[in-house]
């Protein structure tokens, strides 16, 4: 089973700045199986990655993800007020779901 | 567009079952994955399971002895049946979409979620 740490697990930073994300998988983990959403309180989350990379339509560019292997990136430049929110990664890998601890973005 | 939403009991007492429906509208059921995620209160996501129109289902380990989900082609909906509950079954439940498994799996949609206490 593939375990996900993110880091940190809060970040807190004024609007305007950059944002950077990390999710760390237990194991190599092919980047076509991780994805990245994004959570509002009282909200349900939201899809923003897939394929590790692969930005959902609306997402806007100033947020990017990138990364292979066991590290994958979430950054968000220009830290907006839509953009405080809970961040989680997710991996599909060998049928068996899982996510990672989350990253609060305040 | 697809949309999703988790039906059923709020309220379930300790020991007895939860079952909550999910139906899809705007869209089949067939030919794609379909998964439950919980959210207990103030804890990260955890995923429950999901299932193929085929019938075949992969459920987290640490639930699996519990947790069976299930499809009905004909309402076009799908289930989640989690016995001998406890008060740490306490969440929000969640359906979604697990689309393109066989290319980039992902969640999405997601349907708006269900508080479900398990409470006397």
């Known amino acids: 089973e593939v375990v996900l740490t993110q880091s940190p697990a809060t970040l807190t930073l004024s609007p305007g700045l950059t944002a950077t994300l990390s999710c760390r998988a237990s194991q190599n983990i092919d980047s076509t199986y991780l994805a990245w959403y994004q959570q509002k309180a009282g909200q349900a989350p939201r899809l923003l990655f897939y394929s590790a990379s692969t930005r959902v339509t609306g997402v806007p560019d100033r947020i990017r993800a990138s990364g292979s292997g066991t590290e994958f990136t979430l950054t968000i430049k220009r830290l907006r007020p839509e953009d405080f929110a809970i961040y989680y990664c997710?991996?599909?890998?060998?049928?068996?779901?899982?996510f990672g601890g989350g990253t609060t973005v305040e | 567009q697809v949309q999703l939403k988790e039906s059923g009991p709020g309220l379930v007492r300790p020991s007895e079952t939860l079952s909550l429906t999910c139906s899809v509208s705007?869209?089949?059921?067939?030919?794609?994955?379909w998964s439950w995620i919980r959210q207990s209160p103030g804890r990260p996501l955890e995923w429950i399971g999901h299932?193929?129109?085929?019938?075949?289902?992969n459920y987290n380990p640490s639930l699996r002895s519990r947790v069976a989900i299930s499809m009905d082609t004909s309402e076009n909906h799908f289930s989640l049946t989690l016995t001998s509950v406890t008060a740490a079954d306490t969440a929000v439940y969640y359906c979604?979409?697990?689309?393109?498994?066989?290319?980039?799996?992902?969640?999405?949609?997601w349907g708006q979620g269900m508080l479900v206490t398990v409470s006397p």
């Open positions: 705007g869209g089949s059921i067939e030919n794609s994955h």
């Open positions: 997710q991996q599909s890998g060998d049928s068996v779901l899982s």
């Open positions: 299932i193929y129109y085929s019938g075949s289902a």
């Open positions: 979604a979409r697990l689309g393109d498994f066989f290319v980039a799996p992902r969640l999405d949609p």
